[in-house]
């Protein structure tokens, strides 16, 4: 298959990319491919919603402020610049494109609070905001002729010089398109494109604790590292502190911050409020802080999980802005306005990932890549709530501009070779592969997680090896299956995770080593 565009990932970056090049060029191919269905992506998932200046209270320098504190020192100043001023844009767009956020008695925004905001900023669809932006994106998407949209498509890697035969030998690497397994008749496609975007998301699943849909396995950020693209800070994964505590759950359901913005506390299971302890900002410090300080107190007591206490708000504007909350606490026998919520920390988002410049390019020529995958250098060593899906947007955006003046250029005579496997797993190597992926996560939430060590992650990594070459023996044998390449993906990433962990030399944001300063 040929196209000009090839995006691989269907949640906000990859759409937002696919709506702007294809209105741009009615003429050009797009292609859009996913893993699993429509609703696989951590956007379809997101509860509190966008922060965007709005409060004539607010403004611009306020948010950047906010956004470098949480980033403890580490974001990238322009780029934090950049992407707060691009925010009322993306409102724009994303009310253009038909997304219906929240609006107030008086027709303004309503706008929620979280972690580390000095100031209510953050638009919402009630507690279902990537739900609401997912649908309206795949509608737009829908009205364009030039999309081809596939979902359950899984890229397994980047088509890269490493492909070609004889190898050519050149100091920097272009991508020529991917390689993409169809899960429903097992054939691999190759797709020629003349720009490829990684829009993968994250990689919450290599943590047995984590609120991150089945799909966030690191994919693209695999598929980069494997091609030699940069990759940067994965050491910085921000952990979630409050997902509704129940050990039969996996993914483990998020209990939005703006619930904690909307005035709930945490306790203690004996119902002491912790939080002022930790940080002045109490409930509403930045996440790496709430969750540090929830880790403490579990080790300290020898507790499972710690109480969110919402009962003191008001029933209606809890039912109003929290419904979905508060149904999947009625089916596990809460009553949230009756009793607390019981509560501990999961994995939750990636801040590192693929190097981009301010346009999403990569290291690799004709690869761009935006969103959860990526390392733009918005958030430093710990993301402020509700930014994401705000970088999402906007280098989902900035990488369609650039890719726009590059498309004309790229040369697309070149004929990329085909993948040269056949054949699926067998049923016996399906079960060593999930034996493996459970061991993985174990080892990543047991020694890689809120707060690490020097044998921790020595520990992880030995760990690590022996579980990559029991699976680079199954992949030799060149047989694939989408389990199989995720559970590469996922050692891939975790072994990233472990290493530049240990390069780390000080404790920063999210990043936390009882044996450093
Ligand atoms: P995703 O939305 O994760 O999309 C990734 C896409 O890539 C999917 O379509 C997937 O199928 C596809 N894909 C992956 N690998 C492959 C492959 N090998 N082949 C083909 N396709 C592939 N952020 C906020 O700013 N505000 C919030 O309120 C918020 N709430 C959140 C709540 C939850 C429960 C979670 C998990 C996250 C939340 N986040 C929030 C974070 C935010 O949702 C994500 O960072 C953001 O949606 C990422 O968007 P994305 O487009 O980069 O990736
Ligand atoms: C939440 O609603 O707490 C998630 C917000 C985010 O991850 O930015």
């Not at 509403?284 to 020898?302: Q, S």
């Not at 060149?478 to 995770?497: D, G, T, W």
Request: hydrophobic share 35%; glycine share 8%; aromatic share 8%.
């Amino acid at each position: 298959m040929e196209v000009d565009f090839l995006v691989i990932g269907s949640g906000l970056a990859g759409l937002t990319y696919v709506i702007k090049v294809a209105e741009k060029f009615p003429d050009k191919k797009v292609l859009v491919v996913a893993k699993g269905g429509q609703e696989d992506s951590n956007t379809h998932f997101a509860q509190g919603g966008v922060a965007i200046v709005q409060l004539e209270s607010d403004s611009f320098e306020k948010h950047v402020q906010d956004t470098l504190t949480a980033g403890d020192g580490l974001c990238d100043e322009k780029i934090v610049r950049m992407v707060i001023r691009e925010g009322p844009s993306c409102l724009s767009d994303l009310v253009n494109w038909g997304v219906d956020f929240d609006k107030d008695s008086k027709g303004q925004y309503d706008l929620g609070k979280e972690g580390g905001h000095s100031q209510n900023r953050v638009v919402h669809h009630k507690d279902i905001t990537g739900e609401e932006i997912s649908r309206a994106l795949i509608e737009r998407l829908d009205q364009l002729n030039n999309v081809k949209y596939l979902t359950e498509h899984f890229a397994i890697d980047l088509i890269t010089e490493h492909h070609f035969e004889p190898r050519t030998i050149s100091d920097s690497v272009t991508c020529y398109g991917a390689y993409i397994l169809n899960e429903i008749n097992d054939q691999i496609i190759t797709v020629r494109s003349g720009i490829t975007v990684l829009a993968t998301g994250g990689i919450g699943q290599i943590y047995k604790q984590t609120t991150n849909p089945l799909i966030a396995t690191g994919d693209g950020i695999a598929m980069a590292y494997r091609a030699k693209a940069n990759i940067k800070d994965l050491e910085f994964v921000q952990f979630h502190p409050t997902a509704l505590y129940d050990p039969k759950e996996s993914p483990s359901f998020l209990i939005s911050e703006a619930v904690r913005g909307a005035g709930a506390i945490l306790r203690t299971i004996d119902g002491r409020a912790f939080m002022q302890d930790y940080d002045p900002r109490a409930d509403l410090a930045p996440r790496d802080i709430v969750a540090r300080a929830i880790d403490t107190e579990l080790k300290n007591r020898g507790d499972n999980y710690v109480l969110l206490d919402c009962t003191f708000i008001d029933n209606d504007t809890f039912s109003t802005h929290f419904p979905n909350i508060k149904s999947r606490c009625l089916e596990s026998g809460i009553d949230v306005h009756e009793s607390p919520i019981p509560v501990s920390p999961a994995a939750h988002y990636v801040c590192g990932g693929i190097s981009v410049d301010e346009y999403g390019q990569t290291s690799i020529r004709n690869l761009f890549a935006c969103g959860e995958c990526s390392r733009t250098g918005l958030h430093g060593g710990n993301r402020l709530a509700s930014n994401s899906l705000l970088e999402a947007f906007v280098f989902g955006e900035r990488a369609a501009s650039q890719s726009s003046k590059l498309i004309e250029k790229v040369d697309l005579k070149i004929t990329a070779p085909n993948w040269k496997s056949t054949g699926t797993v067998t049923s016996k190597e399906q079960i060593l592969i999930s034996h493996n992926r459970n061991e993985l996560r174990e080892i990543m939430q047991n020694y890689v997680g809120i707060v690490r060590s020097n044998e921790r992650l020595e520990r992880a990594l030995k760990r690590l090896k022996l579980i990559y070459l029991e699976t680079e023996g199954l992949y030799k044998k060149e047989k694939i299956s989408v389990e199989l390449c995720e559970l590469r993906n996922m050692i891939a990433v975790a072994y990233l995770v472990v290493t530049l962990s240990q390069k780390r030399l000080e404790n920063c944001g999210g990043y936390y080593n009882i044996d450093l300063k």
